[in-house]
């Protein structure tokens, strides 16, 4: 079954500390892997696409890894700030198949001052 | 910076009716997508669109559902005879291509009572 599943569902940090939020899934065949930033009522926002080649890429204080043999992914954000508050998304891109794009149900992280 | 917009931000219809849901893309961008948020929970795929016809749909786009792109710039998802579990946030995004990121706009909250 093609899944994507997400950890924690939810997370509270302090404001300037490190957080690894995690992403696990079942999905085949793979073609690549997203993470994405939901603000609340808002669509999603890019953070970082990698391929099953890659195995990591940063955008700014984010970094994602790819461990494509386990089928795991990792968002790792440095230096949290408030504006960090929103849901993450990790979704994954199958080659073929009718769901090509399966979402996670994300982690929702709340910064605090 | 160029974004997607669409139109309405929430619509409020009657079970049975028909709906059109609107989206302006990035003007350079070949590949267009609806997806929907039902609330509380995860993204899910609807269809994508290129070279003015859909390249892939999943399984709950079904004969309900139609996309066009009447014009050269909007992208429209219409939703026939629309039931009270269509109700969910509608959003479109556009790429420039299939494996790049997605650029997903604010949302249609569509309601149907």
């Known amino acids: 079954k093609n899944q994507v599943e997400q950890s924690p569902q939810s997370l509270i940090i302090l404001e300037g500390k490190n957080c690894t939020l995690q992403?696990?899934?079942?999905?085949?065949?793979?073609?690549?892997l997203r993470w994405y930033k939901q603000d609340t009522g808002r669509g999603p926002v890019s953070l970082t696409i990698m391929t099953f080649s890659e195995n990591t890429k940063s955008n700014g204080r984010y970094t994602a890894t790819l461990d494509a043999d386990t089928k795991q992914s990792s968002l790792h954000i440095t230096a949290s700030q408030l504006s960090d508050s929103a849901s993450y998304i990790c979704?994954?891109?199958?080659?073929?198949?009718?769901?090509?794009?399966?979402f996670g149900t994300g982690t929702r992280l709340k910064v605090l001052a | 910076e160029p974004e997607v917009t669409q139109t309405p931000s929430h619509q409020v219809t009657q079970m049975g009716q028909e709906v059109i849901l609107r989206c302006v893309p990035i003007s350079n961008h070949l590949y267009f997508y609806w997806y929907r948020q039902i609330l509380g929970q995860k993204v899910e795929f609807l269809v994508s669109?290129?070279?003015?016809?859909?390249?892939?749909k999943s399984e709950i786009f079904d004969d309900q559902f139609s996309v066009e792109r009447p014009d050269g710039s909007n992208f429209t998802l219409k939703i026939r005879s629309t039931k009270l579990e269509d109700s969910a946030m509608y959003f479109c995004a556009s790429a420039e291509e299939t494996t790049y990121e997605q650029y997903f706009g604010p949302g249609t909250r569509l309601t149907v009572t």
């Open positions: 669109f290129y070279n003015n016809e859909i390249s892939e």
């Open positions: 979704v994954v891109r199958r080659t073929s198949g009718t769901y090509k794009y399966i």
């Open positions: 992403c696990n899934y079942t999905v085949s065949p793979f073609s690549n």
